[in-house]
């Protein structure tokens, strides 16, 4: 199977600057990329993915990046708001398994106002 | 549309009790899939379905069995409940979506504890 690792646990930023939040996977298979947001008490909820003939993706303040090289993926969050509040998961999936993710640990992402 | 709901939103069990996990989703999904949601471990998959009439182990099987009643229901039972299946539970969905995207659907989880 694929193995996800995600970096930091925890991350705390001040409101308005950026966060980054960086995945590794291990096998070169892959194809698709996601990233998850969970609210407390709530499901994960995708807000971005990246399918790996794409680089980088941006939706407003989001981004996603990808190197395909180095096997890694990037969230980034620019002008933070303490909504953004929230635990990050990245996920990557097999090319010959639709629909079955494989998760990171998920990052703690807490803006302080 | 309600999306993926579960029953129930909570439930505390003594050991060795069983009980069932229930999932529908109103999508028209063809796939779906549980997960136990632990503290610092991320979300392990334990069954997941592609198609109505199939199931494949995820990560972590042990100690549960899944039955896809149909193509919205989903659920999961623990015959014999221990501490170590006292996690969050979470029912997820998906399917191809228009564009060819197939974006995965979670449920609000159910709060399992295991005394």
């Known amino acids: 199977g694929e193995n996800v690792e995600q970096h930091p646990s925890t991350l705390s930023v001040q409101e308005g600057d950026s966060a980054v939040i960086k995945c590794t996977y291990s096998?070169?298979?892959?194809?698709?990329f996601p990233w998850y947001k969970q609210e407390l008490g709530k499901g994960p909820q995708l807000i971005i993915d990246?399918?790996?003939?794409?680089g980088e993706k941006k939706d407003q303040r989001i981004a996603v990046t990808l190197n395909k090289t180095a096997k890694h993926f990037s969230l980034h969050i620019t002008e933070t708001q303490p909504e953004d509040s929230a635990v990050y998961f990245c996920?990557?999936?097999?090319?010959?398994?639709?629909?079955?993710?494989?998760f990171g640990r998920g990052t703690q992402l807490t803006v302080w106002p | 549309n309600a999306g993926v709901t579960q029953t129930p939103k909570f439930q505390v069990l003594k050991t060795g009790q069983s009980m069932t996990l229930q999932c529908a989703q109103d999508m028209n999904h063809n796939s779906m899939y549980w997960y136990r949601q632990d503290p610092g471990m991320g979300l392990r998959l334990i069954y997941y379905s592609a198609s109505e009439g199939t199931t494949d182990k995820g990560e972590v099987p042990n100690g549960y069995n899944v039955s896809r009643l149909n193509k919205r229901e989903f659920s999961l039972r623990l015959e014999s409940a221990a501490p170590s299946q006292t996690s969050v539970y979470f029912c997820?969905?998906?399917?191809?979506?228009?564009?060819?995207?197939?974006?995965?659907?979670f449920g609000p989880g159910t709060r399992l504890t295991v005394l």
């Open positions: 096998d070169s298979a892959s194809n698709y």
């Open positions: 997820a969905s998906s399917g191809l979506l228009a564009g060819g995207k197939d974006e995965q659907f």
């Open positions: 996920a990557a999936r097999l090319g010959s398994t639709l629909g079955r993710l494989y």
């Open positions: 990246i399918r790996s003939n794409v």
